[in-house]
């Protein structure tokens, strides 16, 4: 069910998560003239119109929702609740801790299996001006209603992470749960030498080889 919220016909309103009254983005947000209504959200941290939310994430949020598999049971609820669903990741999402290419394995796992755009930004300044302009853009262009909706379903988080490993080449569900039973974690699965990769029942030295560059090679590379 909708909860509509009547605004302005000059000013796009964007409504936030409370969570998020202690970063500077409403700040910002109030600058550029959008009306800025503070509602405890059970999903999203932005909703821009009836159809789009964002979820907001800092790179170490994003990294450790990753983890703990927060990243993909948001991304559930999301399209669950918005047809138009968007994460957004503000700051260097390579701080560290984390293998590069088990980032991008989760990107492309929610970029292509749950079909939810992934936009970038340097700081607050530049996420305010990004969630502004797709407010704008829903409510003053393609006049679009705004609302309050959403509800959280609940997931077990040994699903979320049996399907982000078996989003990966050569890795069914029944693998992907014998890699977590031996591995415990994705951080450990991610940082596993070839040779423990190998051990597992399924998996075999050409796999293991296969997936070790996978999760190691440098984004970018010819090999």
């Known amino acids: 069910m909708i909860q509509r919220i009547l605004k302005p016909k000059d000013k796009p309103v964007i409504i936030t998560d ?11 947000l109030e600058d550029l003239g959008a009306v800025v209504k503070v509602i405890p959200l059970k999903v999203g941290d932005y909703i821009c119109s009836e159809r789009v939310c964002l979820e907001k994430k800092t790179a170490n949020d994003f990294i450790s929702s990753i983890v703990d598999g ?5 991304a559930e609820e999301l399209k669950d609740n ?65 609302g309050i909706k959403g509800e959280k379903k609940p997931k077990k988080l040994k699903d ?8 990966l080449p050569g890795i069914s569900v029944v693998l992907s749960k014998r890699i977590l039973e031996k591995f415990k974690t994705i951080r450990n699965f991610a940082n596993a030498e070839e040779s423990e990769l190998s051990k597992v029942k399924g998996i075999g030295k050409t796999l293991a080889k296969r997936l070790h560059k ?9 090999a």
């Open 18 to 28: 409370i969570r998020e009254n202690k970063c500077s983005v409403k700040s910002y």
């Open 70 to 74: 927060r990243l993909f049971q948001q």
């Open 82 to 146: 918005f047809s138009k669903p968007i994460i957004l990741v503000e700051g260097n999402y390579y701080p560290g801790g984390m293998n590069e290419n088990a980032i991008k394995a989760a990107l492309a796992t929610i970029i292509l299996n749950y079909e939810i755009p992934i936009i970038m930004t340097r700081d607050e300044e530049e996420t305010a001006r990004t969630i502004f302009w797709l407010a704008k853009r829903e409510q003053m262009v393609s006049k679009r209603g705004i």
């Open 160 to 167: 979320l992470q049996e399907h982000f490993i078996s989003g």
């Open 214 to 222: 996978l999760l190691n090679e440098e984004y970018g590379g010819n």
